[in-house]
C-alpha cells in the first residue's frame, strides 16, 4: 500500500505568550483571566483577522497564528506590541498582561488543522528569548521584512535556541526602546488629529475647498476647551498618502483621527466624515453633508459648524466610555468628571446626588477645575428645583457657578452651565443669557449651549428666538443621546404661543430620549390636556408618579417663570389630570 503523502508548505510561523503568567495567576487568578480574555476578544483577535493571520491554536497563556507572509507577520506583531502598550498605560505595573513574540518563516507539516515541524519550534523559541513587550524574529524572517515595514530591528546575533540543531540570527524589536522614544506619548485628556479630506473629484479646485473645510473644523474643534487638536502643519504632511489610523496615532501620540473626502458632481458637492480611535481603529462617527455650490461659503462654514456639533458628544461619549473601563483606583480628576456627566444629564436627583460625589472627589484633587465647577452648579441647580427648594443646593449652585465663571472665561462647557445653573436659581434669566452667549462665542458649534439658550430665553419671553435655538441645537446634534434639553426648550417656548401639538410632540420627544426625566413628562401632560386629549394626559401622570411619586405640581410652578396666570393654568391642567398639588 502506498504510503500516505505529507502535507507541507512553507509559511511564516507567530508564537506569542504572556510574560509572568504563572505569577499574574497566583496573584488574581479570574481578573488574570478576565483581563486576558478581554485583550483577546477586543483587540488581539481583531488584529490578527486584519493582518490575514489563521489562529492555529490557543494555550492557557500562548497563541500560535501562520500567516502566508513574514510581512504580515511582522506587521501584525509590532501592532499588538504598541496596542498592549497603549492598553496597559492606566493599570498598576505589576497587574500588566505583557506578551513576548516570535516570528519565523519555514517548511510546515499540516495535519488536521494543526501546524508541526522546525518552523514552528523555531518560533516557539524565539518567543521564549523575547523581552516583555519585545518582538524576536528570525534571519530567514527578518530578510523577508527589512525595509518593508515601520521599525526597528535590531541585530542580536546568533543564538543556541534548545532543542534546535544550528544557531539562528536573531533580530530583536522592544517597544519602548529607541524605535518608540520618537512617538509622543497619549495625552491625559484626549488628542484628535484633523487629516486632510481627499479629494474625489476630476476637479483639482476642489483641493482647495477641502483644505478650507479641514482648516474650520481644526480651528472650531481647538475652541472645545477638553479637547487638544493637533495643528494643522502637522497633519497635512500626510496629504495626498494613503490614511493608516493607526500608524497616525502612533506617530502623532493622538487618540481620535477624523478623515473625510469631497466629491463634486455638477453643482452639487458632498463631504463625507468619519472619527476613528486610532488605539482600536473602531469608527466613533460618520456622516455625510450635500450641499450646492452656488454659495461655497456657506456651504463650508455650515458644513463645519455640522461636523463639530456631531462630533463633540460623540467624542464625549467615547472618552466617558474609556474613563469607565479605568479602574477607580487610577482615576483622575478629568476621569472623574467624565463619569459623572451622564448622571449630570439624566436629571434625577438620585443621578445628581451620583454626579456631585464624583464631581467632588475631582474638585478635591483639582480646585480650579471650571468645567467640573459648572456641572456641580447644574447638578445642585436640579437638585433645588426636584427636592424641595433648600436653600443650601441654591447656595451651592451660586458658589459652583461663580467658580466656574472664574476659572472657565474660555471654556464653554464651564459658562454654559454656570449661566444656567445661576438664572435658574435667581431667576435673573438677562445675567444667564448673557453668560451663555459667551459661552457660544467660543463654541459657535455647541448644541448644549443652544439647548440651554433656548430654555432661558423661553422663561425670559423671548419665544421665537427661543423656539431658534433649540432647533439649531437639533440640527446640530439631532441623536445625541442626552438630548433632551432642547426639545423640552421647545415645549416652554410653544405653549405660551398656542402651539399645543408642536409641544406635545416634542415633551414626547424629550420623554422618549430621557424617560427619568420629569419635568419632560409635566410638560407632556398640559401639552395633552390643552388638545383635550385626558386619556393620555392621565396615563402620563400615572408615569409620571410611578417615576416620581413625590411629585406635586408646586415643583414645576416654583421651577419654571411665567407670568401667574400661565403657571396656574398649568397647575390647574395637572391637577385635572391627576397630579397632587
Known amino acids: 500500500m502506498a504510503e500516505q503523502r505529507v502535507e507541507r508548505r512553507l509559511a511564516a510561523i507567530l508564537a506569542a505568550d504572556v510574560a509572568g503568567y504563572s505569577r ?11 483581563r486576558l480574555n478581554a485583550h483577546r476578544r477586543e483587540f488581539l483577535e481583531p488584529t490578527i483577522a486584519e493582518h490575514r493571520g489563521r489562529i492555529v491554536k490557543r494555550t492557557g497563556d500562548g497563541i500560535l497564528i501562520e500567516f502566508g507572509s513574514a510581512v504580515d507577520a511582522a506587521r501584525c506583531a509590532v501592532e499588538i506590541q504598541h496596542g498592549m502598550m497603549e492598553r496597559n498605560a492606566p493599570v498598576p505595573h505589576d497587574q500588566r498582561i505583557e506578551l513576548r513574540i516570535g516570528i519565523h518563516i519555514g517548511d510546515i507539516i499540516i495535519e488536521e488543522g494543526d501546524i508541526f515541524g522546525d518552523g514552528v519550534n523555531i518560533a516557539a523559541r524565539l518567543e521564549g528569548i523575547a523581552q516583555p513587550g519585545g518582538i524576536c524574529i528570525s534571519d530567514d524572517a527578518y530578510r523577508q521584512v527589512r525595509g518593508k515595514l515601520d521599525a ?47 479629494n474625489m473629484s476630476d476637479d483639482p479646485e476642489q483641493d482647495y475647498f477641502a483644505d478650507g473645510v479641514v482648516e474650520d473644523i481644526i480651528t472650531g474643534l481647538s475652541r472645545i476647551k477638553w479637547l487638544f487638536v493637533i495643528a494643522r502643519n502637522s497633519t497635512f504632511v500626510y496629504k495626498g498618502q494613503a490614511v493608516d489610523v493607526k500608524k497616525i496615532g502612533r506617530e502623532l501620540g493622538v487618540r481620535y483621527v477624523l478623515e473625510g473626502s469631497v466629491r463634486k458632481a455638477s453643482n452639487r458637492i458632498r463631504i463625507t466624515g468619519q472619527l476613528v480611535d486610532a488605539a482600536t481603529g473602531a469608527h466613533i462617527w460618520a456622516d455625510r453633508y450635500d450641499g450646492s455650490l452656488d454659495d461655497i461659503f456657506e456651504l463650508q462654514d455650515q458644513i463645519t459648524a455640522n461636523v463639530i456639533g456631531a462630533m463633540e458628544p460623540s467624542l464625549r461619549q467615547a472618552e466617558i466610555d474609556r474613563a469607565k473601563r479605568k479602574r477607580p483606583d487610577s482615576l483622575d480628576a478629568y476621569d472623574l468628571y467624565l463619569r459623572a456627566f451622564p448622571h449630570a444629564y439624566a436629571n434625577t436627583p438620585e443621578d445628581g446626588r451620583e454626579a456631585l460625589r464624583l464631581l467632588e472627589q475631582a474638585l478635591r484633587l483639582e480646585p480650579t477645575y471650571a468645567a467640573a465647577h459648572g456641572i456641580a452648579a447644574w447638578c445642585h441647580e436640579q437638585l433645588y428645583h426636584r427636592t424641595g427648594f433648600h436653600d443650601e443646593n441654591k447656595a451651592a449652585a451660586l458658589r459652583h457657578g461663580a467658580s466656574a465663571i472664574a476659572h472657565g472665561a474660555d471654556d464653554a462647557t464651564a459658562l454654559c452651565m454656570a449661566g444656567f445653573a445661576i438664572a435658574m436659581v435667581s431667576r435673573d434669566y438677562e445675567a444667564g443669557i448673557s453668560t ?105 401622570a400615572g408615569q409620571l408618579l410611578q417615576l416620581m411619586p413625590e411629585f406635586r405640581v408646586e415643583m414645576l410652578t416654583r421651577a419654571v417663570s411665567a407670568p401667574s396666570e400661565m403657571l396656574a393654568d398649568w397647575g390647574e391642567a395637572l391637577r385635572s389630570a391627576g397630579i397632587p398639588g
Not at 24 to 34: K, R
Not at 445 to 467: C, D, K, M, P, V
Not at 470 to 488: K, T
Not at 507 to 523: D, E, G, T
Open 24 to 34: 499574574l495567576m497566583g496573584t488574581d487568578e479570574e481578573g488574570t483571566l478576565a
Open 152 to 198: 526597528n530591528f535590531q541585530d542580536a546575533g546568533e543564538k543556541e535556541l534548545r532543542n534546535i540543531a544550528r544557531p539562528v540570527r536573531v533580530y530583536r524589536l522592544q517597544p519602548g526602546g529607541a524605535t518608540e522614544a520618537a512617538a509622543p506619548a497619549l495625552p491625559d485628556k484626549p488628542l484628535i488629529a484633523v487629516m486632510p479630506f481627499q
Open 436 to 540: 451663555i452667549d459667551r459661552s457660544l462665542a467660543l463654541n459657535t458649534s455647541y448644541a448644549t449651549g443652544f439647548a440651554f439658550s433656548a430654555i432661558l430665553r423661553a422663561f425670559a419671553g423671548q419665544y421665537e428666538t427661543a423656539i431658534e435655538h433649540a432647533l439649531r441645537a437639533i440640527r446640530l446634534n439631532p441623536l445625541d443621546p442626552m438630548g433632551a434639553q432642547p426639545y423640552l426648550s421647545l415645549v416652554f417656548a410653544y405653549l405660551p404661543l398656542g402651539r399645543f401639538e408642536e409641544a406635545a410632540a416634542a415633551a414626547a420627544k424629550a420623554v422618549q430620549l430621557n424617560p427619568r426625566f420629569s419635568i419632560a413628562h409635566a410638560q407632556q401632560i398640559i401639552a395633552l390636556v390643552k388638545l383635550g386629549r385626558m386619556e393620555g394626559a392621565r396615563a402620563a
